[in-house]
């Protein structure tokens, strides 16, 4: 239980010491300059209201609470608990860092002294210096406003001093001695205008907080003159992020235009930049005048300073330190310009003290950096570009790790000094960061830097970032690639994009692009892609041939496009993702195309096996149906069958159709033409393979058109519109007599005549047409009568043709007269009589008679009129004949039967 509680009060015991807040030897007291809103609008107002001798006790920095109405710079306020301590108010920065500065604290004494300049002894009533004084304080005296330190107390009465000044010894003087004010008290310059304090004051370091936008430069020369400092109690001018160049001159960041001149023993100076437009000499962007006897630490870091050299100006430089006495730190700045044609200007000057130049870069001045042998101090890690003498004077031993673009310049104890030409990232647009691509200042420092003891570059960047410290005032600190965008995959050659939709590809190359960018300005990167079947390792497994980079002109990095190439890849289905590798081997994050699913496959082979002929469908005068062959025996291990083709003749391909529509139509063709048909597949890549058996077809006929007859008494002569008629034995036309079944058989032409028809007698026919296959069309039909029948009359001995003009009703009377040659022709008359009528028939015929009739022994045409069977034999019947020979051709025979 002891030993437990032991333990717990030592932890209570560290805890306390672990929550006692820190001191410091002194505080900051930041005021603010800004163009706009801050405590002062320019560098050199806020020196002249600050000024003050920052390392006596009677000047304070004070947190404060809070302000009731107002209390300006050099008020002078008064304690509202230690009523008797007063100051004088050098700013109250409340709205600032809630902080005021103060100086001349001091405790109004309850008596009256006088001093004499030969005793150097103060006399007065009462006992004020025992109570209130002790040796080694300071009293201020108001006759000579100075203050003086006490050297001894006397007596009650009686006090000497350690006078530095001559005091004013005519009649009575109140003296003050030092005093404070307390945590929580007003600092009133009356009851209603005054500041609440939160602390008992430190000590100060005077800090100028460059902050804000700036649109325009400050153009007011800034000196730095009349303070007092010490290392503790130093100035510090600074920018914040908001009013800082990034590593390159920014016209939009804070800028003075004019010189800054530093007459004090303990300054820093850090990330401004300055622009020094002069046509004299001797001046400088930074110039050291004149130091206070005793030490100093002047550090000048991270600035730009640029040179807009004219007339005859010479001897300028960005910096100068040409002072005795002197310890100067210079470290990470940038100094270019500072050329004037042969006038000779210097980026950095050092003489006559103690100066570190490390980690500076100079370019294009006529001498990069100058050193008298007097220097005392070391250059490291220096560069010099494009100057016509990079390094000048004589600079101490150890100096090393310095480079030039001049062979044998740069002064090295043990460093290369051959020709070292520096990659920036853009000297025509003053951009001096190292380029990733850099062979020469990167990873090429030392980091022995002790004597300045900075670990950072002008971008406040750590070092070192690679294996080493770079060169120059910036460290090359790589930042990942920014991940690529705008995916695309491409067919070879990088130009027609493949799109997920159509998915394969006939090629074993694809192409994979995207858009890169870093923020590391003018970085080089290259796309780098893993393709996969499966599951994604985050191994890229293919990299583009080459680093791709960009002209940048922003902070925002720049842009280009990467892309790979891949052959040889085999068939197959597959996804990707990308990445960017930059110069430095930084790498991005994966971003994967059509969200990690697979996007295109690569198929190569074409469909193989037996493709079987076409059977075909419904066949027309103009069209065949052509049936899809039997996918069962093509192969097909890719993408799968997509198409099928169908080639007429071996000429003329149709449009392709997809595997899983069974027919395909082959239109706009002539009728009975033979037409050969073959079929290939295709994969969804496009593969085609090749064309399988042969089949061929002939279209149909037509239907038959203008069918017709032309009768005579024993005979019909039938036509029909023709049509293709190709050379086939089966191809041709059929006529048919339906009444007796007479027909022409499979004939090629067009027409066909019936003959041995009984004249005056009707007859059907039907006629249709066959093609090259044997495949017969429709059929057209008709009926037609063939002629009516006559008297057929011939004269026996001289064979003469008679011909019927014109036969009595009644009607109809079918005839079929012939005549015969030199003989008695029978001519069979009919009609529609029966047993109960009678008819009476007249015959009139012609008869064509050689002129003269030189014989009349040549009888006339004997018509014999048979007697219908169903007429009674004993049927009167007369046959009337009148012929004359001579003079008339036609007779007429009347025939009279009832």
């Not at 990167?525 to 499966?534: N, R």
């Amino acid at each position: 239980m002891r030993g437990k509680l032991i333990f717990l009060l030592t932890v209570f015991i560290l805890g306390l010491v672990f929550l006692i807040p820190k001191t410091f030897a002194a505080t900051e007291f930041v005021s603010s300059v800004m163009q706009s809103g801050g405590d002062y609008n320019t560098l050199s107002s806020w020196e002249a209201a600050i000024n003050t001798d920052l390392t006596v006790s009677s000047t304070k920095v004070y947190s404060v609470s809070s302000t009731t109405g107002t209390v300006s710079d050099g008020a002078t306020v008064t304690g509202s608990v230690s009523t008797t301590t007063k100051a004088k108010v050098l700013h109250n920065a409340s709205t600032t860092s809630n902080q005021v500065l103060v100086e001349n604290i001091r405790n109004i004494l309850t008596g009256t002294s006088t001093f004499s300049n030969t005793t150097s002894t103060v006399t007065g009533d009462g006992t004020l210096y025992t109570t209130e004084l002790t040796a080694d304080d300071y009293i201020w005296l108001e006759s000579s406003q100075t203050w003086q330190q006490v050297l001894s107390i006397q007596s009650s009465t009686q006090l000497t001093l350690i006078v530095t000044s001559t005091l004013n010894t005519s009649g009575q003087t109140s003296a003050r001695g030092k005093s404070n004010f307390q945590s929580g008290e007003q600092l009133q310059v009356n009851g209603s205008n005054y500041i609440v304090i939160s602390n008992a004051g430190d000590s100060a370091i005077a800090t100028a907080k460059i902050d804000g936008a700036w649109t325009s430069a400050d153009t007011t020369a800034v000196t730095i003159d009349g303070w007092t400092t010490t290392s503790t109690n130093y100035i510090k001018i600074y920018t914040t992020t908001a009013a800082r160049h990034s590593g390159k001159w920014d016209d939009t960041k804070y800028v003075l235009a004019s010189i800054l001149t530093n007459r004090e023993n303990y300054v820093r100076v850090e990330g401004l930049q300055i622009r020094l437009t002069t046509n004299s000499a001797w001046d400088a962007g930074i110039l050291q005048a004149y130091v206070d006897a005793g030490s100093s630490d002047v550090r000048i870091s991270d600035n730009i300073i640029k040179g807009v050299l004219s007339g005859t100006a010479a001897n300028n430089s960005g910096i100068i330190l040409e002072v005795t006495g002197l310890t100067s730190r210079v470290w990470n700045n940038i100094v270019y310009d500072f050329i004037n044609g042969s006038y000779v200007n210097y980026g950095i000057r050092t003489r006559a003290s103690t100066h570190y130049v490390y980690n500076n870069t100079v370019y294009n001045s006529y001498g990069g950096y100058f050193s008298w042998s007097d220097n005392t101090g070391l250059h490291k890690n220096n560069i010099a570009q494009s100057s016509t003498d990079g390094y000048s004077g004589s600079f101490p031993a150890g100096s090393n790790y310095n480079i030039s673009d001049i062979a044998g310049d740069a002064p090295n104890a043990t460093f290369a000094t051959t020709s070292k030409i520096v990659a920036f990232v853009s000297t025509s647009t003053s951009d001096f960061h190292l380029r990733s691509s850099d062979t020469a200042a990167k990873d090429s420092a030392t980091s022995s830097v002790s004597e300045i003891g900075f670990t950072d570059d002008i971008d406040g960047q750590t070092r070192p970032w690679g294996s080493a410290w770079d060169i120059g005032a910036d460290e090359f600190v790589n930042t990942a690639p920014n991940t690529p965008v705008s995916l695309g995959q491409y067919t070879s050659g990088c130009s027609s994009a493949m799109s997920t939709s159509t998915y394969w590809i006939t090629t074993s190359t694809a192409c994979f692009m995207g858009i890169i960018s870093d923020s590391d300005l003018n970085d080089l990167e290259k796309l780098q892609v893993e393709l996969s079947t499966s599951t994604f390792s985050n191994a890229p497994n293919y990299t583009a041939s080459s680093f791709t980079t960009s002209t940048a002109t922003s902070s925002s990095g720049a842009t280009a496009t990467s892309s790979i190439t891949v052959s040889s890849l085999p068939d197959g289905n597959y996804k990707w993702q990308a990445r960017l590798l930059d110069y430095s081997n930084g790498t991005s994050s994966f971003t994967q195309f059509n969200s990690g699913t697979n996007s295109f496959g690569v198929d190569t082979t074409a469909p193989t096996g037996t493709i079987a002929s076409s059977t075909f469908g419904t066949i027309t005068s103009s069209s065949i149906i052509i049936n899809r062959p039997s996918t069962s025996t093509i192969t097909e291990s890719g993408s799968g069958l997509y198409q099928w083709q169908v080639r007429r003749n071996s000429t003329t391909t149709l449009s392709a159709v997809s595997t899983s529509t069974a027919t395909t139509s082959d239109s706009s063709l002539t009728s009975n033409t033979q037409y050969t048909y073959d079929v290939r597949f295709t994969d969804l890549a496009g593969n085609i393979s090749s064309y399988g058996a042969t089949s061929s077809k002939y279209t149909l006929t037509p239907s038959p058109t203008n069918f017709s007859a032309t009768p005579s008494q024993t005979s019909n002569a039938l036509s029909v519109d023709s049509f293709n008629n190709a050379s086939s034995s089966s191809s041709g036309y059929y006529f048919l007599n339906t009444t007796n079944s007479n027909n022409s058989g499979w004939i090629t032409t067009n027409s066909w005549t019936d003959t041995g028809l009984t004249c005056n007698t009707s007859y059907s026919y039907t006629i249709k047409y066959r093609n090259g296959d044997a495949t017969e069309s429709a059929t057209s039909s008709l009926s037609q009568t063939t002629s009516a029948c006559s008297v057929s009359a011939a004269v026996a001995s001289a064979g003469l043709p008679i011909s019927i003009l014109s036969p009595t009703k009644p009607q109809p009377i079918s005839t079929n007269p012939s005549a015969g040659s030199g003989q008695a022709t029978s001519i069979p008359i009919s009609t529609n009589i029966n047993q109960y009528q009678s008819i009476s028939i007249s015959i009139i015929y012609k008869v064509s008679l050689p002129r003269p009739l030189q014989s009349r022994s040549q009888k006339p045409p004997i018509i014999s009129l048979p007697i219908p069977r169903y007429l009674s034999p004993k049927a009167d019947h007369r046959i009337l004949r009148t012929i004359n020979q001579t003079s008339s051709p036609e007779t007429s025979d009347q025939i009279r039967h009832s």
